[in-house]
């Protein structure tokens, strides 16, 4: 995942919080931000790492079905700063 190296636009508050629904086959077909975790650049580089993220696909009686879920990203509050 790429990041910002210094965090600019806020303070890192939380973790950003993402809706994902997931296909049957297990790629990504919608990723929607739920909550910010404080810093635009970071919830931007959160739901890009999302969506090119691949998964093995959810089943229900041993059928792969789509699935939506909600996935906390937590982000280092140091992150992008020196020591």
Do not use: Q
Not at 13 to 35: K, N, Q, Y
Not at 49 to 68: E, K, L, N, W
């Amino acid at each position: 995942m790429r990041v910002p190296g210094v965090v600019t636009k806020g303070s890192v508050t939380g973790p950003a919080i993402l809706r994902v629904h997931i296909s049957a086959e297990g790629t990504v077909l919608r990723t929607v931000l739920m909550e910010s975790c404080g810093n635009t650049d970071l919830d931007e580089a959160s739901l890009h790492a999302m969506r090119v993220m691949r998964f093995s696909p959810y089943t229900v009686d041993g059928v792969p079905v789509d699935v939506t879920l909600a996935v906390p990203m937590h982000i280092p509050k140091r992150l992008g700063r020196s020591h």
